[in-house]
T-cell receptor, first 114, second 109 residues
């Protein structure tokens, strides 16, 4: 399917486990982003990537790891999940640098850490 | 203090009413984004604007760069407009967006 997809859509895990959230886009967009959304906060940037093999920290990177070996994939790994990482995670992509390019969002992954 | 402030946080209105959602920001920007988050969670981009006004159907977005303020208006509101509306700005020289906490709009039939 064309567009940006995330998997899984829902995940329940336990404290201390490693979890990987997948993000895949079919547009060959250069920029990809991972956000978390929590009550009382706006979307907060975890990590972003300007191109394959180029990643950088966002506002709340602690406890997360990303990689981007291929342009179309941008997985987010929680190395040792904590309850504070219970959240809804959104992946997004944008075609190119430039403030006027639309940002497209994936459907989100709801993660619960018990 | 959040760089992006939205008001109101929650808004309930009757079908047909004219709706206004406000966004104020504290950083210098060259463009502002309005997003809509559906009850199911999906987020879509509504507008990107850097000056003046943009219109799409019953939605109108305005921005005043000097006053660091933008408004989103909905005319002839309908229950299907019920959603969370989010304002986002990219500070100058920054590719990353800073988001407001959103305005939850509920339109009652």
């Amino acid at each position: 399917d064309a567009g940006i997809t995330q998997s899984p859509r829902y995940k329940i895990t336990e404290t201390g486990r490693q979890v990987t959230l997948m993000c895949h886009q079919t547009w060959s967009h250069s920029y990809m982003f991972w956000y978390r959304q929590d009550l009382g906060h706006g979307l907060r940037l975890i990590y972003y990537s300007a191109a394959a093999d180029i990643t950088d920290k966002g506002e709340v990177p602690d406890g997360y790891v990303v990689s981007r070996s291929k342009t179309e994939n941008f997985p987010l790994t929680l190395e040792s999940a904590t309850r504070s990482q219970t959240s809804v995670y959104f992946c997004a992509s944008r075609f190119a640098p430039g403030l006027y390019n639309e940002q497209f969002f994936g459907p989100g992954t709801r993660l619960t850490v018990l | 203090k959040n760089e992006v402030e939205q008001s109101p946080q929650n808004l309930t209105a009757q079908e047909g009413e004219f709706i206004t959602i406000n966004c104020s920001y504290s950083v210098g920007i060259s463009a502002l984004h309005w997003l809509q988050q559906h009850p199911g969670g999906g987020i879509v981009s509504l507008f990107m604007l850097s000056s003046g006004k943009k219109k799409h159907g019953r939605l109108i977005a305005t921005i005043n760069i000097q006053e660091k303020h933008s408004s989103l208006h909905i005319t002839a509101s309908h229950p299907r407009d019920s959603a969370v509306y989010i304002c986002a700005v990219p500070p100058f020289g920054n590719e990353k967006l800073t988001f407001g906490t959103g305005t939850r709009l509920t339109i009652i039939p």
